[in-house]
């Protein structure tokens, strides 16, 4: 079974730029989430999607982030423009819909903004 | 916000010794508790859930022992072995939509 997919693995941009992140989930998994992890933190939910639909976005940024998931399937997260606080690792997960506890990481992107 | 407090920050276990990691939550509508694995750069696996109905569940060498009345519980690790070594983070589940709430993790160390 394909594990959770994420591009780029590594970005490196300036402030007030802007960056996409991309996410393909597991095949079949209806809940689609990304989080924000700054080093030595946990992961933080910024967004959480039930098929094509948002149900949490309550820790969002909505001034500077934005999340889309296209046909129930994959997903983008744009930040624009970008903060220095914004360096991080964002994390895509999935998950069957009544399995929320059970998710499926990808690897992350390693944003650094300089 | 809702928060899963943990502890200790970093772990230095000694092979074939005993890793234990410990969390406390305050909101009573959290109700499911998995633990996370990650190591350096993967994203978290999850390892092992509890629901607050059981007091405890083994899985291998990994234990949660859960005291609902105390709003704790804990991941004990037997026999730690040096590929143990990773992060591990606590969480809980609130809501319909089964929003997940991580701890702040703990960095396990095992020393051969």
């Known amino acids: 079974e394909a594990g959770v997919a994420q591009s780029p693995r590594y970005k490196i941009i300036e402030k007030r730029q802007s960056v996409a992140f991309w996410c393909n989930p597991i095949s079949g998994h209806a809940t689609l989430y990304w989080y924000q992890q700054i080093l030595g933190q946990g992961p933080k939910l910024l967004i959480q999607f039930q098929n094509n639909g948002v149900v949490d976005d309550s820790q969002l940024p909505k001034d500077r982030f934005s999340a889309e998931r296209l046909k129930g399937v994959d997903s983008t997260l744009k930040i624009q423009p970008a903060k220095l606080e914004d360096s991080a690792v964002y994390l895509c997960a999935s998950s069957f819909r009544a399995r929320g506890y059970e998710q499926y990481f990808g690897p992350g992107t390693r944003l650094t903004v300089t | ?112």
Request: proline share 6%.
């Open chain 2, 1 to 112: 916000q809702q928060q899963v407090k943990q502890s200790p920050q970093s772990l230095i276990v000694q092979k074939g010794g005993i890793s234990i990691i410990n969390c406390a939550y305050e909101n009573t509508a959290f109700d499911y508790f998995p633990w996370y694995q990650q190591f350096p750069g993967k994203g978290p696996a999850l390892l092992i859930a509890i629901r607050p109905d059981v007091s405890e569940k083994k899985e291998g060498r990994f234990t949660i022992s859960f005291n609902k009345s105390a709003k704790q519980f804990s991941l004990h690790i037997m026999d730690s072995q040096p590929g143990d070594s990773a992060t591990y983070f606590c969480a809980a589940l609130s809501g319909g939509y089964q929003k997940v709430t991580f701890g702040t993790g703990t960095k396990l160390q095992v020393i051969p």
